[in-house]
């Protein structure tokens, strides 16, 4: 069946751009798919997640719709069906094969262990699990085997999507690795509000205006003026080692993802006044030779990756380019000239992190289940 539908968008929420793009997919319910609920429907990322399952013909028998108490009782049009959002709880999941959750570490914590047991799959979006023993942390081009033991009708389980910083700069870096083995990667981030959800996205908005209007920037969400400005990553800081959560993600999930211990990582991540997408300037140094051209063949054959890399027009990869669009933008390919051999790399690479950096990875994650 053919239908067209324009998502509805959350209330004190703008429509995002593909949010208010008028979708034509084929409904993808069938009595024989999974049974799909979604944790945090009302969120950037779960309103992302309906755009994704539509898009790419998810098929699903049924479908929950999971939010707060705040939002329970409002309705969530999807595919032609106007759903009624439902309160979470522990017994939300007793009819559920997949859960994609959305709703922040604490509630992945206390409820996705719940849901694995009631029989679920859950595929968490949070950093709840990234980390733990014996959780897969997946990003399907990358390490698609680290999950091959997990199917929906054997069990529940959990499944971490990795953070969205570390996929945009995995989905660039590993078809390099496999050509000349990463020794040691140096990641600069220019990060997007929408990264940090649906009212980050209005703060820079709302401040944006009051600006330009000469009032003064009212911070709720960031403690610092976002308009206008940037500024070191909101995450927690680890006073002793002076590095950020964010940037600690980027180093541990890439060892697990990689299963590679020893790999070096050092990065520095910083928020920008951009609306969606983040941007990567990365350094890499290679134990074997690797050329420009090598490099640039490699990206070009990975799925998920595509090239803007025009030096004559000094055209590459803008947060723009990347926004809403499911594929990983790498750019700015060049020799580091600060070696004296072909062992090094600078990337530029843009991936919209509410995408590729969440629900797409989680939704590519629920693909492989089937
Ligand atoms: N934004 C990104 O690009 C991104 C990327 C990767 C991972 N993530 C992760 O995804 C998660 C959600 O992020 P987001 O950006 O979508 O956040 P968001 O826009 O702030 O949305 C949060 C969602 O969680 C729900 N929620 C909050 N408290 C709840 C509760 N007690 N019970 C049930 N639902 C509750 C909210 O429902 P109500 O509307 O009812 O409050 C809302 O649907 C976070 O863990 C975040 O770290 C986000």
Not at 133 to 155: D, F, Q, R, T, Y
Not at 244 to 266: A, D, H, Q, S, Y
Not at 297 to 309: K, W
């Amino acid at each position: 069946m053919q239908l067209t539908r324009t998502q509805v968008s959350r209330s004190g929420v703008r429509p995002t751009r593909a949010s208010r793009r008028v979708l034509v997919a084929k409904a993808a319910k069938t009595a024989n798919g999974p049974r799909v609920a979604i944790v945090g429907i009302t969120g950037a990322v779960g309103q992302e997640f309906l755009t994704v399952l539509t898009e790419r013909n998810f098929p699903y028998s049924s479908m929950k719709m999971l939010a707060s108490a705040r939002s329970a009782g409002k309705k969530q049009e999807f595919e032609g069906v106007s759903y009624t959002i439902e309160e979470l709880t522990e017994n939300s999941f007793n009819d559920v094969d997949i859960a994609l959750f959305s709703a922040g570490g604490s509630i992945s914590k206390k409820l996705g262990p719940i849901a694995a047991k009631a029989g679920a799959i859950v595929v968490d979006n949070s950093s709840a699990f990234r980390m733990t023993e014996g959780v897969p942390l997946v990003i399907p081009e990358v390490n698609p085997e680290a999950m091959s033991h997990i199917k929906v009708g054997k069990g529940g389980a959990i499944i971490a999507n990795p953070n969205c910083s570390t996929i945009i700069a995995l989905m660039a870096v590993t078809p390099l690795d496999r050509v000349a083995n990463v020794k040691r990667m140096c990641v600069s981030t220019y990060q997007a509000a929408s990264g940090a959800g649906a009212a980050a996205m209005e703060e820079l908005r709302q401040q944006t205006r009051d600006v330009l209007d000469g009032k003064p920037a009212q911070p709720k969400i960031f403690p610092q003026q976002y308009a206008f400005n940037l500024f070191s990553h909101n995450s927690g800081m680890d006073v002793a080692l002076g590095y950020n959560e964010e940037e600690m993600k980027l180093v541990k999930e890439t060892r697990k993802i990689w299963n590679n211990p020893g790999i070096r990582i050092t990065a520095t991540c910083v928020r920008v006044p951009v609306m969606r997408a983040h941007a990567e300037s990365i350094n890499l140094e290679f134990e074997k030779d690797i050329s420009e051209a090598q490099a640039l063949e490699a990206l070009a054959a990975f799925p998920g990756v595509s090239i803007i890399n025009d030096r004559q027009n000094n055209r590459f990869p803008t947060p723009l380019d990347a926004t809403t669009k499911d594929n990983v933008f790498v750019g700015r390919v060049r020799r580091d000239i600060s070696r004296d051999d072909n062992k090094g790399l600078d990337l530029f690479v843009c991936g919209d992190q509410i995408k590729k950096g969440a629900a797409l990875n989680a939704v590519q994650i629920a693909e492989l289940l089937l």
